[in-house]
């Protein structure tokens, strides 16, 4: 991304089951500025199994209180066939799209779409032969820690070395929904990138910019946001998705810590050194004559002698004549 930050809008299942509802929220998501436009391969048969019991029964709390994980993952699920489709108005309106595929049969059909870079998502990180099948496929990895430790952080870096995708990017997650800005946590994101020596980034469940722009102040290069177009359009991640102007407002917030972050710079002008202090005369003197606490001062500008010789000349004769105001 050259120095910038690679900001993604989630569609997750905000489709709603809506193909045309899928491609309004594509062209609403060109217009924030953001880069990208993830979705979500699978199917409900990926992630539980159609049985009802103590595992795979309704839940028991939560958002999702009182609906099985089958049924939820079956309403949640992007149809194969509507990848291509989205791919190509994502394409025409400049965005990048990928997926986060959740079993082996998502990745080969992702790599049939030529997609250019992979997320994996929290609670598949300890999916190491899903990782690393993905890895393998040598596009840019991203994945999140949402629920993982440092062991399964570790495990999940180096298996994607382990078959020469040295491309990874973790993110910082809270995975909560929404999240609590008490839990962000975002000091790991340093901490991350120093001890697994990988790009970092933020995939966030909290409501508003805060937690997206403040990671980018801590190094992010990748930031992840659920993006709806209403979030009265119900769903079950309307509750922690944004809306068009807030996501726009994310993504111009963003852009200006961008700026503020700059570059590591020491350099000074020449109307820096005129700001600053320097040794003049405070009164008449006369050559020949002690230079003292009483006759010299450190003021503004900074055209004179520096202040740091100020001990050294105090008591020593001036050999020259200096009226009051003249720079030493």
């Known amino acids: 991304m050259n120095n910038k930050t690679f900001i993604i809008a989630e569609l997750s299942a905000n489709h709603n089951n809506d193909l045309e509802l899928a491609l309004k929220t594509i062209d609403s998501v060109a217009k924030t500025g953001a880069d990208a436009i993830k979705v979500q391969t699978y199917t409900a048969n990926s992630l539980a199994l159609d049985v009802d019991n103590e595992f795979f029964g309704p839940k028991k709390e939560g958002l999702w209180k009182g609906i099985r994980p089958y049924d939820l993952y079956k309403e949640a699920a992007l149809p194969y066939e509507w990848h291509r489709p989205l791919q190509d108005r994502a394409k025409e309106l400049g965005l990048v799209f990928f997926s986060s595929p959740f079993d082996l049969e998502a990745v080969d059909f992702l790599e049939s779409l030529e997609v250019p870079l992979y997320k994996i998502a929290s609670f598949e990180i300890t999916d190491i032969p899903l990782i690393k099948y993905t890895a393998s496929k040598g596009k840019p990895m991203i994945i999140s820690t949402g629920v993982a430790d440092e062991d399964d952080i570790q495990l999940a870096v180096a298996t994607c070395r382990e078959v020469g995708n040295t491309d990874v990017t973790l993110l910082k997650c809270t995975s909560q929904y929404p999240a609590t800005l008490g839990d962000a946590n975002l000091v790991t994101i340093p901490d991350l990138k120093e001890k697994y020596d990988v790009k970092v980034g933020v995939s966030d469940h909290t409501i508003g910019d805060v937690v997206a722009t403040?990671?980018?102040?801590?190094?992010?290069?990748?930031?992840?946001?659920?993006?709806?177009?209403?979030?009265?359009?119900?769903?079950?991640?309307?509750?922690?998705?944004?809306?068009?102007?807030?996501?726009?407002?994310?993504?111009?917030?963003?852009?200006?810590?961008?700026?503020?972050?700059?570059?590591?710079?020491?350099?000074?002008?020449?109307?820096?050194?005129?700001?600053?202090?320097?040794?003049?005369?405070?009164?008449?003197?006369?050559?020949?004559?002690?230079?003292?606490?009483?006759?010299?001062?450190?003021?503004?500008?900074?055209?004179?002698?520096?202040?740091k010789h100020f001990d050294q000349i105090i008591g020593t004769i001036a050999k020259k004549n200096y009226k009051i105001g003249d720079p030493l």
């Open 214 to 307: 403040t990671a980018v102040a801590l190094g992010a290069k990748v930031i992840e946001k659920h993006y709806i177009l209403d979030r009265s359009l119900g769903g079950p991640d309307s509750s922690f998705s944004m809306e068009p102007e807030e996501f726009k407002a994310l993504v111009d917030r963003v852009r200006d810590v961008e700026k503020t972050l700059g570059r590591v710079n020491y350099e000074i002008t020449d109307n820096d050194r005129y700001k600053r202090r320097s040794l003049f005369a405070t009164q008449n003197i006369a050559e020949g004559e002690m230079l003292t606490v009483e006759n010299v001062r450190s003021l503004r500008p900074g055209i004179g002698l520096h202040p």
